[in-house]
């Protein structure tokens, strides 16, 4: 069996970015979509891109920051009072209907393509009950690459919003990145393209419309946009 998969994580709320890989992936012979969660907060569209997403019937993981809308107890520690805030406003854009369908998403979706087993979260799983998903201060320090042996052949992630790829012995992870959050007019998908037992992962590269994503943050003061245009986006709100 031969198989094409698309795969993107972390839209923060990017209706341009999500706009413009959903059509690109339609003019392609793509035979799934797996999203890697974290469709919503930050970015100023979280409803616009959560609607699309269900209608495009995309395969769709959890990420924290769906966890968040979905129950309070997946709160960190580490979440400030400005967080809250912003997660407040997040909350008041988005009906009851979306934490059924929150609901109804996985945590992980494993495939078994030919002998190999591809594996698909947000991020790495912890032991912790309540919180699943580790520090990304493993990523800083390095530790993740002592994760890599309890992980399947090749694992996709998110979470973490720049790309990074890690080989230990018969092991890959793949960080995909954020397609949202980008300080340019560029957004970014994965193909894994698996044919005749051999996998190959192709990144793909596109424009999106920007300036409108600029104009709607400029025109949307929920809480903390001036930050989060800044960090996040790498545009200084005037």
């Not at 959560?50 to 968040?68: A, P």
């Not at 890959?172 to 959050?181: D, K, M």
Request: net charge positive.
């Amino acid at each position: 069996m031969n198989t094409k998969i698309a795969i993107f994580s972390d839209i923060h709320g990017n209706l341009q970015a999500l706009q413009a890989i959903l059509k690109d992936i339609k003019a392609k012979q793509i035979d799934e979509v797996i999203y890697l969660g974290d469709i919503i907060s930050i970015g100023p569209n979280p409803k616009e891109c959560l609607d699309l997403i269900i209608k495009s019937k995309i395969m769709f993981i959890l990420g924290n920051h769906d966890l968040y809308f979905l129950n309070k107890k997946y709160f960190k520690e580490d979440i400030d009072d400005n967080e809250k805030e912003h997660q407040k406003w997040v909350d008041s854009k988005l009906s009851a209907k979306y934490k059924t369908y929150f609901n109804s998403c996985p945590l992980q979706i494993v495939k078994l393509l030919g002998k190999t087993k591809v594996s698909f979260q947000h991020f790495l799983f912890t032991s912790n009950k309540i919180y699943p998903f580790e520090s990304l201060n493993i990523v800083k320090n390095g530790e993740i690459n002592s994760k890599l042996d309890g992980l399947y052949d090749i694992t996709f992630i998110g979470h973490e919003h720049n790309t990074f790829e890690i080989k230990k012995s018969k092991k890959e992870l793949i960080c995909v990145g954020s397609s949202g959050c980008t300080k340019g007019d560029n957004t970014f998908y994965t193909i894994l393209n698996y044919k005749n037992n051999d996998i190959t992962i192709e990144k793909i590269n596109l424009k999106y419309d920007r300036k409108k994503l600029e104009n709607t943050l400029k025109n949307s003061p929920y809480p903390c946009s001036d930050f989060i245009s800044k960090i996040f986006f790498g545009i200084q709100n005037s």
